[in-house]
Each structure stands twice: as C-alpha cells, then as structure tokens.
C-alpha cells in the first residue's frame, strides 16, 4: 500500500476542528444570546405595561396622602438612601401623573381595596375613591350603587362608540369623499342622515356625572363620557388580573392611537406595515428577478456587465435617506404631479398623488431593496450547474423554456432568500418613510370597501415610524416608553412572521425544485 507523504511535525486538523470553528460558533451563540436578551427586554417592558398592577396608599412624612402604582425605584443622587417614582395619575388635579418619593419619607404604605383606576380619554388615569353617582335626570347614588350604575352606563358607552366608529368609517367618511365629486341631493341627504345619527347616540353618552376622591381627600366631578374603563386592582383577583391583561393587550392590537400616541393601540401601524412591505415584494420581485436573469443568462459577460455588477453592489450600501429624498423628487413631486394634471386637476391644488402616499412609499422601499434581491438572485443562478441548461437545450427546449422551466425553478429559492432579505430590510426602515408617506395619525387605513378598494394614495400609518414618534416627539416620555417597548416587539414579530412565511415557502420549494452543485 502507497501511503501519501506527509510532512514531518504538521499534522493536518480533520475538517471541521481547529480555532476558527469554535470561534464562529461562539459567535454564533453570542449572537443569539444577545437577541434572546433583547427580545426578553422588550417583552418585560412592553407587556409587562398592561399588568394591572397594585395600587399603593403613601403617608408621608410631612403629612402628604397619595395614592399611585409604584414604577421604579433607583438611588438618590446626592445622597444616601433611595428613591421611588409612582404614577399617581390625576393630572387635572395635580398638574403631572409622576410623583418621586425618598423612600425613607414613606411612613406607611397600604393596599386599599376600594382604591379605583379609571382610565379616561383625556387627562390620563384618575386614582381614587368613588363617592356618588350623578346622573343627568334620576337620584344620586352612593356605594355597591354608584358602581353598579357606573358599570352599567360604561358597557352602554363601548356600544354607542362602536356604533360611532362603524358609522364614522362605513357611511360618513365615504359619503364625504363621495360628496366632493357627486353633489347630488340624495347623496346630502344620507349623509345628513347619518351625521344626524352621531349626534343622536353622541348626546346619549353627555350629561352623567361620577364624584370621585382623590387619596388626600380632594374630590372632583368627572363626566361619564370621559371615562373608558374602571377597575379596582387592589381588588382583584391573579386570574382576574391576567383576563383584564389579555385585554388590555388586545385592545394594544386591536385599536387606534389617542392622546398623542402614547394611550391606545397601533392596529393602524400593524395594518400599515403588513400592506406596505406586501406591496413591496410585488413590486420588486419581478424587477429583481428580471435584472438577475438577464445579468447572468443574457447579457455577454464583460467589463460593461462587471460595471453594472459593481454597481448594483455599491447601491445596497447607499444610505435610506438619499432614497428617501430620491422618492420624494422624482414619485411624489415628478410622477406623482403629473398625475395630478393630467387626471385630477379638479382637485388641484390640493394634491392627490402629488403627496406621499403608500404607493410613493412601497415604490422607494423596492428601490432601496432591488440590488439585494438581484444579488441574491443571481447568485442563486450561479450555483445552477451548466449541464442543466445544456441538457434543456439537447433535448430540443428553447432557450426561453429553457429559461422559464429549467433554471428560474431551480432558483426559486434564491429568490426567496432575496425577498426575506428585502422584507427584513423594508420593515425597519423609517427615514425614507418620513419623506414619501408616512403619518403620525392616519384615519383611515388604504383598504376599505370602497371602490377601488386599495387607495394607494394614501398616507399610512407605520410601526417603526409609531416608535420613532412616540419615543422623541410625545409630551410625555416616561408614559410612552412602556408602548415603545410594546411596539418594538411587535415589530420584531411582525418581521419574524414574514420572514418565517417566506422560510416556509422556500423550503417547500426546494425540496421540489432543489438545485445541484456545480462539478
């Protein structure tokens, strides 16, 4: 038996073993050590928002009585001992919601069961006693009675401002647009009709009233219409505690923003992302994949094809913002005034497509994702081995079925790799958003009944934008950052979701149309 000659003194690592391979997997484990933490982060602090946590009743040593959720408590910064920071709500009566308080001033500190939350529209939370209930026509009401007309005139009020917004976005909304073009008198008349029909259930909600007492024993009328929920946490229950945090993250999901961003839910944005980053894909797929193709399969391969190559490379490194302000010049002020003129200059001057809107917005996020998708793509066509094509065409296939029934099933995966790549990148991406249609508020979402149906002129809401906003522009930092954190996560997952769809789909179709090494 020949033995291969070796040199003397050096012998060579298996395959596999060595320093670099335990150094990439523990950078491999650090790296999701690191995302495990943050995603714990997140959801301590954003979930952890809607716990209805206990209620605590301070006496102080200067005789001041409050009442509030404890939030943190961190070290003094002058001194010894620390200190802890309360939400005691109450704004209309104290001028702020927070409240610190050196521990060491705290003489007692109880739970008081019949200390109530009540969480109104404006002015934030009201923490105190209830006295009395004040209806508009009927006798006032003390005690079990108070509370038990309050939650009753509550539930109504869920109703009517359902009612409310099904009216508001069903008939109203699209009368009003309707109502600019067709200014017909039936047209007036069902719209009088349901603006008559607000006004009549906003009048039912108007007109109670519920005496409330603050902890230092201040008391305050509040209208009933104000109010949205009420609770008594000290009251409750661990299981009634986890079905009232089940619903509060729902309606986290479900609803609306209000009171400037940091109360409320972020469907909207949930609503927004989800359509814009699909519109994306549609968009930049075919171009994409087009690109790739001719790059790899068509084009003759020399210095002009290896220019091109080098710049498609080089315009993945481009900042966001320079598409950004590329979108708004060139989509929303060249294409999209154009449009304006030429077929809605009845509007004009207030613009239609001459604004930033969702079709701006997905088009210059496909712009910013093109040259992964290319690259991923035809690197997906490279691995495809040349006997595959040969094989085709020897067998009598065109070079265009070739194309369409050989290599791009092949390559399906590829693409799919570029598409979650695209997604990942789109998702989280703000700054071009801010130029070319994204809103702070958005009232209406881009789908709806309503012919067309999808209204891609439109601005939208979007979550990364809720979270830049709510974090610097709110008035109120410390109330936002729970909702930041919360939004942060679900940003997370909404990615997560997409990514692992396209996952799914890539898999499957590699297992079917799987591509060999090249020889």
């Known amino acids: 038996m020949i033995r291969a000659w070796r040199r003397p003194g050096r012998a060579r690592l298996p395959r596999g073993e060595g320093p670099w391979a335990w150094l990439a997997a523990g950078s491999i484990s650090?790296?999701?050590?690191?995302?495990?933490?943050?995603?714990?982060?997140?959801?301590?602090?954003?979930?952890?928002?809607?716990?209805?946590?206990?209620?605590?009743?301070?006496?102080?040593?200067?005789?001041?009585?409050?009442?509030?959720?404890?939030?943190?408590?961190?070290?003094?910064?002058?001194?010894?001992?620390?200190?802890?920071?309360?939400?005691?709500?109450?704004?209309?009566?104290?001028?702020?919601?927070?409240?610190?308080?050196?521990?060491?001033?705290?003489?007692?500190?109880?739970?008081p069961r019949e200390l109530m939350v009540l969480e109104r529209r404006r002015w934030g939370d009201f923490i105190g006693r209830l006295v009395a209930w004040m209806p508009d026509e009927g006798e006032r009401l003390q005690g079990e009675a108070a509370w038990e007309a309050l939650r009753a005139r509550l539930a109504e009020q869920v109703r009517w401002r359902e009612e409310i917004a099904r009216l508001r976005d069903r008939a109203l909304l699209p009368l009003a647009a309707r109502a600019?073009?067709?200014?017909?008198?039936?047209?007036?008349?069902?719209?009088?009709?349901?603006?008559?029909?607000?006004?009549?259930?906003?009048?039912?909600?108007?007109?109670?009233?519920?005496?409330?007492?603050?902890?230092?024993?201040?008391?305050?009328?509040?209208?009933?219409?104000?109010?949205?929920?009420?609770?008594?946490?000290?009251?409750?229950?661990?299981?009634?505690?986890?079905?009232?945090?089940?619903?509060?993250?729902?309606?986290?999901?479900?609803?609306?923003?209000?009171?400037?961003?940091?109360?409320?839910?972020?469907?909207?944005?949930?609503?927004?992302?989800?359509?814009?980053?699909?519109?994306?894909?549609?968009?930049?797929?075919?171009?994409?994949?087009?690109?790739?193709?001719?790059?790899?399969?068509?084009?003759?391969?020399?210095?002009?094809?290896?220019?091109?190559?080098?710049?498609?490379?080089?315009?993945?490194?481009?900042?966001?913002?320079v598409y950004g302000v590329f979108g708004l010049g060139v989509f929303v002020y060249g294409l999209g005034g154009r449009l304006d003129q030429w077929f809605f200059e009845a509007s004009l001057p207030s613009p239609t497509f001459g604004t930033g809107g969702l079709l701006w917005a997905s088009l210059t996020l496909a712009l910013l994702t093109l040259p992964v998708v290319i690259v991923a793509t035809e690197e997906g066509l490279a691995r495809i081995p040349d006997r595959q094509r040969e094989g085709a065409l020897a067998l009598g296939a065109t070079r265009l079925e070739m194309l369409s029934r050989v290599v791009l099933p092949m390559a399906t995966p590829a693409m799919l790799t570029g598409m979650i790549l695209a997604v990942a990148r789109a998702a989280g991406e703000v700054a071009p958003l801010m130029l070319v249609g994204v809103a702070k508020l958005a009232p209406q979402v881009p789908l709806d009944g309503d012919f067309p149906f999808l209204h891609l002129e439109r601005k939208f809401m979007h979550l990364g934008y809720h979270i830049f906003d709510t974090a610097f522009h709110s008035n109120d930092v410390q109330a936002a950052m729970p909702l930041v954190y919360a939004t942060a996560l679900l940003l997370v997952l909404v990615i997560l979701v997409l990514n692992l769809t396209a996952i799914f789909l890539r898999h499957h179709l590699r297992s079917r149309h799987g591509s060999l090494s090249r020889l």
């Open 180 to 321: 600019e073009w067709d200014e017909t008198p039936e047209t007036n008349r069902v719209l009088g009709d349901v603006e008559a029909r607000i006004r009549v259930l906003r009048d039912r909600m108007v007109g109670d009233l519920v005496v409330m007492e603050s902890a230092d024993g201040r008391r305050i009328r509040l209208p009933v219409e104000e109010i949205l929920r009420a609770r008594w946490p000290n009251a409750m229950s661990p299981v009634a505690k986890f079905a009232d945090w089940g619903k509060g993250l729902w309606r986290f999901l479900s609803e609306g923003p209000r009171a400037g961003n940091v109360e409320g839910g972020v469907w909207p944005a949930i609503f927004g992302t989800i359509l814009m980053v699909m519109l994306m894909s549609l968009l930049v797929t075919p171009f994409g994949v087009l690109a790739a193709v001719y790059l790899n399969e068509v084009a003759h391969q020399g210095r002009l094809t290896r220019l091109v190559r080098i710049g498609v490379r080089n315009l993945a490194g481009v900042p966001s913002i």
């Open 30 to 111: 650090l790296s999701l050590l690191l995302l495990a933490l943050l995603l714990v982060l997140l959801a301590s602090r954003g979930l952890g928002h809607f716990w209805p946590s206990d209620v605590a009743q301070l006496t102080l040593a200067d005789g001041r009585v409050l009442a509030g959720r404890e939030v943190r408590q961190t070290p003094l910064p002058d001194a010894e001992g620390e200190e802890r920071l309360y939400r005691t709500g109450n704004r209309d009566l104290n001028g702020d919601i927070w409240t610190w308080v050196p521990v060491a001033d705290i003489e007692t500190e109880t739970y």
